[in-house]
């Protein structure tokens, strides 16, 4: 059953008006026809079962059916502070960090960070990563759509890190897979945890111990050297595995 998200405001007398880009995906990409099913989500932890009753003036109407709680959600809140990669690795990272049930994404200019975004570059590819987020949520059934902030320099990532309960840095120099196991087995429900990932080229020496000040614990997860599309990925399932374990 296909998914969407609408607007609260969206949401009155016991139907859903669905707009925008949404509602020509439905038409002409899902070619959906009045009495099909699909499901809604408010951002606000509801989802609703509803019926397509019809096309209007570029909306799409839905008869609600039923209205419940979405459990989706993991019940702690994942920060994926990744450092800017080369390419079009942002949008793969962006879809999968959704998938596996990160909270936020935030893109993070660091040492050997080889991309540099300009303000006008910046705002056009944070448009394009929060529509990626917004349609790995609704593929993955999500109850709400994860948002990809505007990118941080590395100090600011540090402020922002230090509001963490939990704050990882994985690093190819860190030794202990038992310190890592001790760390993500303390984590409990309601945390937030922030997990720092670096480009390509992967952190500078000062930037981990600068991480380490702002509370970071530098982990390993494992003995392969991590590309950085999948580092935070593979930190991000160990986490969702943990917690709905």
Not at 157 to 177: H, K, S
Not at 201 to 220: L, R
Request: proline share 4%; net charge negative.
């Amino acid at each position: 059953m296909h998914h969407f998200f609408a607007d609260p405001s969206c949401i009155r007398e016991n139907k859903i008006y669905l707009t925008g880009g949404d509602v020509s995906h439905m038409k002409n990409v899902l070619r959906m026809r009045a009495g099909e099913d699909v499901t809604v989500g408010d951002n606000e932890g509801n989802t609703y079962l509803c019926c397509l009753e019809t096309f209007e003036s570029g909306t799409a109407v839905l008869d609600i059916l039923k209205k419940q709680e979405n459990d989706t959600e993991l019940p702690a809140r994942l920060y994926l502070f990744q450092g800017l990669p080369k390419g079009d690795k942002m949008e793969w990272i962006v879809q999968k960090a959704v998938e596996l049930g990160v909270y936020e994404v935030i893109p993070v200019e660091t040492k050997r960070s080889v991309v540099k975004l300009d303000e006008k570059k910046s705002t056009r590819k944070i448009q394009r990563w929060n529509l990626i987020a917004k349609g790995a949520a609704e593929q993955s059934g999500r109850g709400r759509v994860p948002e990809v902030c505007p990118v941080m320099s590395w100090k600011e990532a540090l402020t922002r890190g230090r509001e963490m309960d939990v704050l990882v840095i994985p690093y190819e120099l860190a030794e202990g897979m038992e310190r890592t196991k001790e760390i993500f087995s303390h984590i409990r429900p309601g945390q937030s945890v922030g997990i720092f990932i670096g480009p390509e080229g992967g952190f500078e020496q000062w930037e981990v111990e600068q991480a380490k000040e702002a509370g970071a614990s530098a982990i390993t997860l494992g003995k392969r050297i991590l590309r950085t599309e999948t580092a935070g990925l593979a930190a991000l399932s160990i986490l969702m595995y943990h917690l709905e374990g």
